[in-house]
């Protein structure tokens, strides 16, 4: 089985940053596409960003500029370095990974996400 654990969030004033790791094991890191989301209170989680098996990333248009994603196979890791942050940042955000991801994807399992806060 594959286990994603995410780190690195926070509470945050507008302009921070914060680096975002996602830990997968139980797998062969490498063959996995792994998608970045984000659950906003009182709205539906949402795909903003992937990187895939090659390293090629997609970003949606409202982190585009300001979140950058990188992977590690030597450590099995994601990083997501989030920069100019914005209060509409405030989120939940997670990790998962499968041999493919787009905005239909689904999952069944997700971890417990890390809590990112932005506010003045």
């Known amino acids: 089985q594959v286990q994603l654990v995410v780190s690195g969030g926070g509470l945050v004033g507008p302009g921070d940053s914060l680096r975002l790791s996602c830990v997968v094991s139980?797998?062969?890191?490498?063959?996995?596409?792994i998608g970045w989301y984000r659950q906003a209170p009182g709205e539906r989680r949402e795909l903003f960003a992937i990187i895939t098996r090659d390293g090629t990333t997609d970003y949606k248009a409202f982190v585009k500029g300001r979140f950058t994603i990188s992977r590690d196979n030597a450590k099995s890791t994601i990083y997501l370095q989030m920069n100019t942050l914005k209060p509409e940042d405030t989120a939940v955000y997670y990790c998962?990974?499968?041999?493919?991801?787009?905005?239909?994807?689904?999952?069944?399992?997700w971890g417990q996400g890390t809590q990112v806060t932005v506010s003045s």
């Open positions: 998962n990974a499968g041999f493919q991801i787009d905005d239909n994807s689904e999952f069944i399992n």
């Open positions: 139980g797998g062969i890191f490498s063959i996995y596409h």
